[in-house]
Each structure stands twice: as structure tokens, then as C-alpha cells.
């Protein structure tokens, strides 16, 4: 069991920057974790941004990559994303994810939502022109 709190959402201008935080708990401390980052938009379907592994190892959704930065700080058991130059169009509700990882998990599986089973509650982000 994972308990995923996001934070750091809120409203901007483009081109401004924001800095998501997502703080996750486990019960059970002999796993690792897959952790990502996924937007949704009104009326369109979740959509990954970016995940990284048990490794440090970071998998962009190629229209996110050059913008947004993910990373993972596993002795505070948070991970984050650093948005730069955002644009309206990534105004969306902000989730984070984890799933128990495998090394046999593709780059497909690793930015597939459905490939998740634990989601935080999501934070907002607000770009206005």
C-alpha cells in the first residue's frame, strides 16, 4: 500500500515556472517503486508527463521532455517535477503515480496510467496567457 499527497499546484503565467512535490508513504518498506507524474486535462484523457524508476532512471513523454524535469529524492521519499516555460495548454490537474517496479517494465508500460495502481488526489495547475 502507497499514500501519494501532491503539492505545490497553483496559478501562473506562461512562461512562468512551478515545482510539483508528491510525498509518498509505504507500508511496506522491502518494495520499490516506479514513480511518475500524469496530467489531466477537462474532458480529455490522463496523460503521463514523466517517470522515473527505482534507478533514477527518468522516461519523458515526448511532448513533456526539454520543459519539465522529474526527479526523485528516496531518503525524503518525494518526488517532483519542475515545470519551466509553461503554456496554457498545460493547464491541467496534476497526479502523481507508483507502481511496484520490475525490470522487465517497458518504456510503453512506464508511461501507460493504467500500468498504476497507486494515485495521489492531484494538485492544479493554472497557466493563464
Known amino acids: 500500500q502507497v499514500h501519494l499527497v501532491e503539492s505545490g499546484g497553483g496559478s501562473v503565467q506562461a512562461g512562468g515556472s512551478l515545482r510539483l512535490s508528491c510525498a509518498a508513504a509505504?507500508?511496506?518498506?522491502?518494495?520499490?517503486?516506479?514513480l511518475g507524474w500524469f496530467r489531466q486535462a477537462p474532458g480529455k484523457e490522463r496523460e503521463a508527463v514523466a517517470t522515473?524508476?527505482?534507478?533514477?532512471?527518468?522516461t519523458y513523454a515526448d511532448s513533456h521532455q526539454g520543459r519539465f524535469t522529474i526527479s526523485r529524492e528516496n531518503a525524503k521519499n518525494t518526488l517532483y517535477l519542475q515545470m519551466d516555460g509553461l503554456k496554457p495548454e498545460d493547464t491541467a490537474m496534476y497526479y502523481c503515480?507508483?507502481?511496484?517496479?520490475?525490470?522487465?517494465?517497458?518504456?510503453?508500460?512506464?508511461?501507460?496510467?493504467?500500468?498504476?495502481?497507486?494515485w495521489g488526489q492531484g494538485t492544479q495547475v493554472t497557466v493563464s496567457s
Open positions: 503515480a507508483a507502481v511496484l517496479w520490475t525490470p522487465f517494465m517497458t518504456t510503453a508500460e512506464a508511461l501507460g496510467a493504467s500500468s498504476y495502481n497507486y
Open positions: 509505504s507500508q511496506d518498506t522491502d518494495s520499490f517503486y516506479c
Open positions: 522515473v524508476d527505482v534507478h533514477g532512471r527518468v
